[in-house]
């Protein structure tokens, strides 16, 4: 039997069917409310809005669940890699070998950058931040790959997917190394995804780069865990644009730079220089923690919290556990680890973030991860960027080929001044303007 919501308008009642997922979440949906009721919905943040039905990822936030096209995030982490993750989340099905290999063959392929793209490298200034970089240079990769009108839409995607998953990583570390005034290094055919990303980023002609298989493993669970996280900031921002039908590269420049927002993808780097701030003060967390709970302060302890989780988040479980190995595979302990540990514990007993339901999510451990790595502090986004291209794609093309698309288009409530008349400048006096202060 059809399941309903009733309203009363008025005096007057509406019916409003419920939709099930897959997962059984009960969903009203609204869409055909304004029609039938003149009347639209208020949600801040869309914190109770689902703005799409999809088959991608599926997020229990409150009993910390996680999975991919139904896969546990903890075995994608324990046996994938983040190639085949991305074939999955893109295509809906894990790989069988041969696609795997092919997959592989093209990425490798495709790995090169348009040699006249470096001229825009180097043109950026010293100071600018990997993430700005990375957001021009995707939007600019369609100027220099433009579409092919020979080839049909399905081919078209198919190569521009590929030219972005591959192509990032090799821009990403061909900004480092310009910002440093190194030699950019090229993509290797004999190396994985993950190995030549840190072959790019760190071999040298006076120091090659010894390639460490645990190192490579440890990145490759790094992004399986960014992979995709269903409707967050940047991928409803990837969804939104996408739905005015730019390409491919424009949509996913816009995600970048969602991501790039402290609140959001920049929380990993945020951590570590809160974290590192505590170190230089010999140790003491108690003032932070103290301003964290201060309503009169806008500072909030980074890489705690999350619109979803209200519990645990399952990746920073994973996280902690990878850095806990790295670490001591490394250098035997690191005091960053050592005080973000303590933190977590005077925060998990603290009643403030009990009652907030505030735990440590995915950015708590991660930004110490890759400091461990070697990859440094303002690299640290651009790194949850190239693992979250396979989510972003993958959720943009489940949108393109909707039947039911539609571009996105909010509604508001207006809450500015009635109709007023134009006051030709000479007559805007203190009142005029004390008037329009007040409205
Ligand atoms: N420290 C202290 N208080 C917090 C924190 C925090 N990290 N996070 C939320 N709160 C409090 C907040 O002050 C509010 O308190 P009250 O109800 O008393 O006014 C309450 O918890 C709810 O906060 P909210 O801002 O309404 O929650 P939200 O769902 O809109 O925000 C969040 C989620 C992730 C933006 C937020 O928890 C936050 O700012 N965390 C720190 C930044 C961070 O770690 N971001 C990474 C998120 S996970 C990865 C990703 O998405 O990229």
Redesign the pocket.
């Known amino acids: 039997m059809e399941q309903t919501v009733k309203i009363v308008v008025d005096g007057k009642t509406f019916r409003l069917p419920m939709i099930t997922g897959s997962e059984g979440e009960r969903v009203i949906d609204i869409s055909g409310l304004r029609k039938e009721t003149g009347l639209v919905t208020l949600d801040p ?1 869309f ?1 109770n809005t689902a703005s799409c039905q999809s088959r991608i990822t599926f997020v229990d936030g409150e009993r910390g669940i996680l999975r991919y096209r139904g896969i546990p995030v903890e075995q994608l982490a324990k046996h994938s890699t983040f190639v085949e993750t991305a074939y999955l989340l893109i295509n809906g099905e894990l790989p069988t070998q041969k696609q795997l290999n092919r997959f592989s063959v093209l990425l490798n392929d495709h790995s090169l950058v348009h040699e006249d793209m470096q001229a825009f490298f180097q043109n950026f200034p010293r100071s600018a931040h990997p993430m700005g970089i990375l957001s021009s240079m995707v939007n600019a990769l369609r100027a220099f790959y433009p579409e092919i009108p020979e080839r049909s839409e399905e081919e078209e995607i198919d190569i521009t997917v590929t030219r972005l998953l591959s192509k990032v990583r090799t821009m990403a570390a061909m900004s480092y190394k310009i910002f440093r005034g190194h030699k950019v290094v090229y993509p290797r055919h004999d190396l994985t995804y993950a190995a030549n990303f840190l072959n790019m980023m760190f071999d040298s002609p006076v120091r090659p780069y010894d390639i460490d298989e645990d190192l490579v493993k440890a990145l490759n669970v790094f992004w399986i865990l960014h992979a995709d ?1 269903e409707q ?3 991928t409803a921002a990837v969804r939104v644009v996408g739905s005015a039908k730019v390409n491919l590269y424009a949509a996913i420049s816009a995600g970048i730079c969602a ?1 790039w927002g ?4 920049g ?1 990993n780097q ?2 570590v220089e809160m974290v590192s701030q505590i170190h230089k003060n010999g140790g003491d967390m108690a003032p932070l923690i103290a301003r ?2 201060d ?1 009169n302060d806008p ?9 979803v989780y209200k519990t645990y ?1 399952p990746r920073a479980r994973v996280m902690k556990k990878v850095c806990d190995s790295v670490l001591c595979k490394l250098t035997g302990h690191d005091p960053l680890l050592d005080i973000a540990k303590g933190l977590e514990e005077v925060a998990l007993k603290d009643p ?2 009990i009652d ?1 339901h ?1 735990y440590p ?4 451990y991660s930004g110490i991860l890759l400091r461990a790595i070697g990859i440094p502090l303002n690299m640290f986004t651009v790194l ?1 960027a190239i693992g979250r291209l396979p989510g972003w794609i993958s959720q943009w093309r489940e949108s393109i080929d909707d039947p039911g698309w539609k571009i996105d288009r909010p509604r508001q409530v207006y809450i500015g001044p009635g109709e007023r008349d134009y006051v030709p400048i000479k007559k805007r006096g203190r009142q005029t303007r004390r008037k329009d202060e007040k409205n």
């Open positions: 943040g914190a996280h967050n900031c940047s991501l402290p609140l959001h993808g929380a945020a951590v964290a709970k309503k500072f909030r302890l980074m890489g705690f919290g999350h619109r988040d403030y973030f907030h505030l999510n995915v950015d708590f949850f």
